[in-house]
């Protein structure tokens, strides 16, 4: 049977073999796919071995960037991402990188919530990793224009001028925007914490912004709580991204689109039962 897995560390609480394997009955695709635990300091040795036999893998939190440095190839996007969270073994047993993150961000907005991105006024908070992997994607929807905000400002500037041939981009810390937006998305890992960050309510136009948290949990994250509290026209967190993200990984693999729908579905009647 086709092997694929996906590599993190922990990785015991991955929803993508549930995904991916609602995905093949879907389909009727013939394949099997498990969580691997990497070990923290050799995950390259780990990937190596698995592709042997396998043909791909997802990647997670925290080998995203290494994965990035161990292929061979590198997918346009994935190489503006400076991450790889899909990996393909080519027919030349060679290993290809890609990343589908923002991809799956995109359709998740566009084509699950009918948010349509063109000539919208963006905000982004945050300016780790999660941001830049979407930066390019959510730039080729020709926003009006796209604000980083970050609580260390000069990691968004740094992410501005690094993407600024690709579109309208600006930097900014939170406390200096009071202007309202038409989509603010919460990339910031501070929901990990509980935390949300120091952003004015001025932002959100009632019955009109859209916020999306890329994170999400049983119970809203303090950010969507933040959002519906002050009338946002649409709260959203992150699952449809976490699904979009896979299926996005999976025609890629297998040449197939499965439809995310039914799969959403179950996965937010597996959270809401804990
Ligand atoms: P990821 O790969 O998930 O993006 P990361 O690279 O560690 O993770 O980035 C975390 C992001 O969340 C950063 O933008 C961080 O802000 P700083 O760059 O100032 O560290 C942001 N972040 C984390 N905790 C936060 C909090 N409590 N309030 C606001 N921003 C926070």
Known sequence: MDQYVVFGNPIGHSKSPLIHRLFADQTGQQLEYNTLLAPLDDFSMCAQG????????????????EAYRLVDSLTPRAKRAGAVNTL?????????????????????????????????????????????????????????????????????????????????????????????????????????????????????EPGKTVCYDMMYGKEPTPFCRWASEHQAAKVLDGLGMLAEQAAEAFFIWRGVRPDTGPVLDELRRQLARG
Do not use: C, H, Y
């Not at 963006?122 to 992997?133: E, H, M, T």
């Not at 260390?152 to 406390?175: H, I, M, N, W, Y």
């Open 50 to 65: 698995f592709f042997k036999q396998g043909l791909g893998a997802n990647v997670t939190v925290p080998f995203k960037e």
């Open 88 to 204: 393909s073994k080519l027919a030349d047993g060679s290993l290809q990188g890609d990343n589908t993150d923002g991809a799956g961000l995109v359709r998740d907005l566009t084509v699950n919530a009918g948010v349509q991105l063109s000539g919208k006024r963006i905000l982004l908070l945050g300016a780790g990793g999660a941001v830049r992997g979407v930066l390019e994607p959510l730039l080729a929807q020709n926003p009006a224009s796209l604000v980083i905000a970050n609580r260390t400002v000069e990691k968004a500037e740094q992410l501005a001028r690094e993407f600024a041939d690709l579109g309208p981009v600006a930097a900014s810390g939170f406390s200096w925007l009071q202007e309202p937006v038409d989509l603010i998305i919460n990339a910031t890992s501070a929901s990990l914490a509980g935390e949300l960050p120091p952003i004015a309510a001025s932002l959100i």
